[in-house]
């Protein structure tokens, strides 16, 4: 009993180990198996990982590739519409300036042919001018005309007495022809003699002494120049301009509204079906070949120009309120090729410019740089850039300087009128215009932004590969340190050992972030910032190699301060340099500070800018119409002699040295020989002119605005720079037209070596003209030796 007792005991205790052992083997398998799936999901989920910045990566490049692409296109599309509409707006505002003149001088020569009948004692229609011929071309040159004729009404009652007066007094004509036959720049026929007309005629058969209805009088053509005597292309005197029917519209059209009027185009075919249309047309051309530049083609479009005349001298501008007694009309022919030609620089080509008006066809032109060619009759502009148009009316743009109270600013006679056969000119791009923008760069960016993101995908299944086959290694010995570790250790054991492990470096990171955060604190009971720091640090400083220093100076400002107070002082200055420095925030212009009434700023300083020199220029000159406006609005304040106020520029380029110089009323200074020669360029202008360097030339040059340099007459002998070239600044910018000047650009060089001058901050200097010695000893102390 006892043996089968102890025999039952050991099965129970073998059943007992093999469970324990069965146990523990299938918790080692399901362990294994646990292991499995983690790696089987962590592969998946590098897998995906994978795929994903793969996606990302092509989307990526896709998307960078396109944007570069559209990017570049776009910058060539914005860089030619940035071309269009600069060139546009300068075809238009020149056109209109170009207009403005044209009125003008021939409003100036009226009122001389006024003034000489009036004091002369002469009534009209018996008004004959002396040296006719010599003022008219004077005329015609201001106002690009090529013909010009003075019309007399002649009263029915008069037509015996202007008959014989125009025979007794046409010693006028030899005296035309004499100054033709001997001038060198008269290209048309040359003739001697005339024959003396005996009547007002006309081309109709109208009877002798019989006017038209229209006022019931004659306007028989006196005073013609040029003089060509014959009546095939150009009558002597007494044509009957009434016989013209669409000059007799304008006429009448000038005397009810008191406006000068530009005809429809003259020679243009209105009805290509009607032989007497294209006689007419063609008399015409024959006319205009008779007086237009030889290699010009006399079918190209001309116009009719109609002044009135009016007998009145009582004020510079015509009050159009009053009845004035019209004794007349002037009238000259104007090629439009004239008014559009010369207006664009070399490069600028393929600007279409559409002339309509609503009494006659339409005709175009394209401007090749300077160069104007005639297309044809009718709106030729390509209809693909009809968004891209510039238009405006002809009597809007001669009045490019504005209006006030019914009066121009620079011309003071009759305005233009501006429903009669109103014109509209239209300025339009073109292909060739947006082709010279198109290059391959686009294509050339996006193949090179394409095979970076190639290579960096590459780099990317490079670094993939390796960092894969390490994390397998990795996972290999992981798994395999974890089949031995389990089987040494039961598995409460290896728990332990896992969690020792992890506050081991739980530890171990406590402390290193102890020992950094004590580093710190203990380096920062030496740090250099203590105490006088700011003295121990490097200083703020910088070398700028392309820069444009002003100085700009009050002239007059010192004897107008003599007598002002204080406070009054105070309230120009800050209202003058108040202006400056929205120009100067608007401009991107630094200013460094004002010496006195002197201004003084920089471009190309604390940024870089390619265009340092033109911003200057337009700056300088914003700022000196801005001083005559803000004089203008203080004058009643402070009195008239404000009104004298001028400001004196001096423009410099080179290389400074710029940055904060420490201490206990810190700033930004400019140190270097080119802020020496800024201060001797304006020591040297003149007041209301912006007076530059040759270096200040050679980057204006450099920025492509040489046309706005003027050489100087003189050299300059500026203190410790030696004698000088220099320039005259004088922008020419659409509506902003400072003063008109040409002159050869002269070479020279500055160096702008040289002493290092501080700009200090003083109290008030004179430095204006008067006392412009201020400004050089001003220079002078801030020497840095």
């Known amino acids: 009993m006892m043996e089968q007792a102890i025999t039952k005991d050991s099965q129970d205790v073998d059943l007992a180990d093999a469970s324990d052992h069965s146990a523990s083997t299938i918790a080692d398998a399901d362990r294994k198996d646990e292991r499995d799936v983690i790696a089987q999901q962590e592969g998946r989920f590098v897998f995906v990982f994978r795929a994903l910045v793969v996606t990302v990566l092509v989307l990526s490049a896709i998307a960078v590739c396109l944007g570069v692409y559209f990017y570049a296109t776009g910058n060539e599309k914005s860089a030619f519409e940035t071309k269009f509409d600069s ?176 005809t429809p185009q003259v020679n243009a075919i209105y009805d290509s079906t009607s032989e007497q249309s294209i006689a007419a047309a063609e008399s015409n051309n024959r006319f205009a070949s008779n007086y237009i530049r030889p290699g010009l083609d006399p079918s190209e479009p001309f116009s009719v120009i109609i002044f009135p005349i009016y007998d009145s001298l009582e004020t510079v501008s015509l009050d159009l309120t009053k009845n004035h007694t019209f004794v007349g009309i002037s009238t000259f022919c104007i090629s439009w090729r004239e008014h559009i030609q010369n207006i664009l620089p070399e490069g600028s080509d393929g600007a279409i410019v559409v002339f309509e008006d609503q009494c006659g066809p339409a005709f175009t032109y394209r401007l090749d740089g300077p160069k104007a060619t005639f297309l044809g009759t009718g709106d030729l502009h390509d209809p693909a850039y009809d968004a891209m148009k510039y238009s405006a009316q002809l009597p809007d743009m001669a009045n490019v300087h504005g209006e006030t109270d019914g009066s121009y600013s620079t011309y003071t006679g009759l305005p233009l009128a501006e429903d009669f056969c109103p014109r509209t000119i239209s300025v339009y791009a073109s292909s060739d215009m947006e082709d010279v ?69 739980e530890s171990e990171k406590a402390v290193k972030d102890f020992l950094l955060s004590s580093n710190s604190i203990n380096k920062g009971d030496d740090s250099p910032l203590e105490g006088n720091g700011s003295l121990n640090s490097r200083p703020i400083a910088d070398y700028f190699e392309n820069t444009t220093i002003l100085f700009g100076d009050l002239v007059g400002f010192t004897n107008w301060s003599a007598s002002r107070q204080p406070v009054e002082v105070f309230e120009l200055l800050e209202s003058i340099y108040g202006q400056f420095d929205k120009i100067a ?126 050489p100087r007459d003189d050299k300059i002998v500026a203190k410790g720079l030696g004698e000088l070239d220099t320039f005259w600044v004088v922008m020419i910018n659409g509506a902003d037209t400072m003063s008109h000047a040409t002159g050869m650009t002269h070479t020279n060089s500055m160096s702008s070596d040289g002493p290092a001058i501080a700009v200090p901050r003083h109290s008030i200097e004179e430095t204006n003209d008067e006392t412009s010695s201020n400004l050089e000893k001003h220079a002078e102390d801030s020497v840095d030796v």
């Open 87 to 262: 060139d546009a707006t300068k075809i238009l505002e020149t056109i209109g300036t170009s207009f403005e003149q044209t009125l003008g001088s021939t409003d100036a020569f009226i009122t001389q042919l006024v003034a000489y009948a009036r004091y002369s004692n002469s009534s009209w229609p018996y008004v004959t001018m002396p040296a006719f011929a010599i003022h008219a071309t004077k005329l015609l040159k201001l106002s690009k005309a090529f013909y010009f004729t003075v019309f007399p009404f002649v009263e029915p009652w008069q037509y015996d007495e202007w008959i014989a007066y125009s025979n007794k007094t046409n010693g006028w004509i030899y005296e035309s022809l004499d100054i033709q036959a001997h001038d060198k720049s008269w290209w048309g026929p040359k003739q001697t003699s005339f024959t003396p007309v005996h009547e007002i005629f006309a081309d109709h058969g109208r009877p002798k002494d019989k006017p038209y209805d229209y006022m019931n009088n004659f306007l028989p053509s006196w005073q013609v120049h040029p003089m060509v005597p014959n009546r095939e292309s150009g009558h002597p005197y007494n044509y009957d301009i009434w016989d013209v029917q669409a000059m007799a519209r304008g006429i009448l059209y000038a005397d009810m509204h008191k406006r000068v009027v530009v």
């Open 437 to 505: 923008h198109k290059t391959a760069d686009p294509l050339l960016f996006t193949i090179a932004a394409a095979c970076i993101f190639l290579f960096t995908s590459i780099l990317f299944m490079v670094y993939d590969f390796w960092v894969n086959r390490r994390q397998r290694i990795v996972m290999q010995r992981a798994l395999a340190s974890g089949a031995i570790v389990s089987s040494l250790f039961p598995e409460n054991v290896r728990q332990q050992l896992y969690k020792e492990e992890e506050q081991k470096k």
């Open 585 to 710: 925030r608007r401009r991107k212009v630094f200013k460094v500070e004002t010496i006195g009434d002197c201004y003084v700023a920089v471009t190309g300083v604390p940024n870089p800018q390619k265009h340092h020199s033109s911003i200057m220029a337009k700056f300088a000159s914003e700022c000196m119409m801005e001083l005559q406006q803000v004089t203008h609005n203080l004058a009643d304040k402070l009195g008239e002699e404000t009104l004298k106020l001028s400001m004196r520029v001096g423009l410099h380029s080179g290389p400074v040295t710029a940055g904060v110089l420490r201490g206990e009323k810190g700033r930004f200074q400019l140190f270097g020989g080119t802020v020496n020669a800024a201060a001797r360029m304006e020591q040297n202008g003149s007041p209301g002119k912006i007076h530059g360097s040759q270096e200040y030339a050679d980057a204006l040059r450099t920025d492509g605005k040489g046309h706005w340099l003027v």
